[in-house]
Nanobody
Framework: EVQLAVSGGGLVQPGGSLRLSCSAS????????LNWVRQAPGEALRWVST???????YYTGSAKGRFTISRDSDKNTVYLQMNNLQIEDTGVYYC??????????RGQGTQVTVSS
């Protein structure tokens, strides 16, 4: 299993913000796409966002304008800043290298709960 250390989940009210962090080894950070994926209760994994080693970023439609993925080369860490969170954003968030559908490519998840 790939070693990706994830932190930053929690409970937040609708409209609130959270920042998730994913720390990787230098080798992974400099050579792999890093993705955030979410698994809502009773649902399949869904892709949320990707950042390439060169910095290009991609978002699913519901994340555009609300979430920002970024990377800090000094810390070998990728972040997902999530603003204006909605109830449907609730789920376990995983950081993963590509292809993210392979379980061994995902680190441990962090729970994000959006509730009033």
């Amino acid at each position: 299993e790939v070693q990706l250390a994830v932190s930053g989940g929690g409970l937040v009210q609708p409209g609130g913000s959270l920042r998730l962090s994913c720390s990787a080894s230098r080798d992974i950070f400099t050579s792999e796409e890093l993705n955030w994926v979410r698994q809502a209760p009773g649902e399949a994994l869904r892709w949320v966002s990707t950042i390439e080693p060169g910095g290009a970023t991609y978002y699913t439609g519901s994340a555009k304008g609300r979430f920002t993925i970024s990377r800090d080369s000094d810390k070998n860490t990728v972040y997902l800043q999530m603003n204006n969170l909605q109830i449907e954003d609730t789920g376990v968030y995983y950081c993963a290298i590509s292809p993210w559908s392979v379980p061994a490519n995902r680190g441990q998840g962090t729970q994000v709960t959006v509730s009033s």
